[in-house]
């Protein structure tokens, strides 16, 4: 499901999907993630104003962000879906 779901968060989930968690089986690693940091940037503007968004996208993109940073544009597309 997610390596970085919180307990309350991943019972929301298992509810939400009907997953029997009597009957399921879930490994608990921890949520220490290295490769994961938080980032805060106020926005003067909607976040459908793509280009206040570009920090988000690789250089090879014509982004501000990391030569290798695809787990950016992960995050952006996963904020736009939701």
């Not at 089986?25 to 949520?31: C, P, S, W």
């Amino acid at each position: 499901m997610s390596a970085t779901l919180p307990p309350p968060m991943l019972s929301n989930v298992c509810h939400t999907m009907h997953i029997k968690t009597a009957s399921s089986y879930v490994i608990n690693l921890g949520i220490d993630c290295p490769n994961i940091t938080w980032e805060v940037r106020h926005m003067t503007a909607a976040k459908s104003d793509f280009a206040l968004l570009c920090f988000l996208l690789p250089k090879c993109n014509g982004g501000e962000g990391e030569q290798d940073s695809f787990k950016n544009l992960w995050y952006l597309l996963m904020t736009l879906v939701n």
